[in-house]
């Protein structure tokens, strides 16, 4: 097993341009989430999804989309980026949202 | 809201020392007690966890105990190593999704 996935590892945007951070995993996890981790705020919660066709927004949710159309794939998408979504983010999965979450490892996003 | 409360790092301490990071929470419910691992440049992966009080986790020599009188879950370990070296994070389940604390970041030096 894979394991939880995210495509790319680094990436360097410009103010205003978009781009999809990709989340894949192969363990038939129901819940998938989305995290940024900054320095001294530990990680915050973007969006999450309990299920195929279903998600809902968790702490940090201003400026970015998702959309789970499979049990497997994640994806997050920021639609107009900007210098304060510079972040290294994580996709997370579990059998339910309380549960152990594995955690893929990480995208780096400088937004300049 | 629920949440978690560890104590500010950054901790360094010398090869064999005894390592206690602190952590507290606030929860309405009775949540369950997670303490994952960071190390530099991957995902947080998970060390230990407890699902109901006094209940005590434990992997790779560390231990932490749910105390619900003290709402605590501190992480200890007897005698760290350099492999240890990494960020740690306290956190808690909610109802659909989980809560972490800031992590408190261990330089062990040999």
């Known amino acids: ?112 | 809201g629920d949440s978690v409360t560890q104590m500010e790092g950054p901790v360094t301490l010398s090869e064999e020392a005894f390592l206690t990071i602190n952590c507290t929470y606030t929860a309405t419910g009775y949540p369950s007690l997670f303490w994952y691992v960071q190390y530099p440049g991957e995902g947080l992966q998970l060390l230990l966890k407890a699902t109901k009080a006094d209940d005590k986790g434990s992997n790779k020599g560390f231990e932490a105990t749910y105390r619900k009188e003290t709402t605590s879950f501190h992480l200890e370990k007897g005698s760290v190593q350099v492999s240890d070296s990494a960020v740690y994070f306290c956190a808690l389940s909610g109802v659909n999704d989980m809560r972490f604390g800031a992590g408190t970041r261990l330089t062990v030096k040999p």
């Open chain 1, 1 to 112: 097993n894979a394991g939880v996935t995210q495509t790319p590892k680094f990436q360097v945007l410009k103010t205003g341009q978009s781009m999809t951070l990709q989340c894949a995993q192969d363990m038939n996890h129901e819940y998938m989430s989305w995290y940024r981790q900054d320095p001294g705020m530990g990680l915050r919660l973007i969006h999450y999804s309990v299920g195929a066709g279903i998600t809902d927004q968790g702490e940090v949710p201003n400026g970015y989309n998702v959309s789970r159309s499979t049990t497997e794939d994640f994806p997050l998408r920021l639609l107009s980026a900007a210098p304060s979504q510079t972040s290294v983010y994580f996709c997370a999965s579990s059998t339910q949202g309380g549960e152990t979450q594995y955690f893929g490892p990480g995208t780096r996003l400088l937004v300049l």
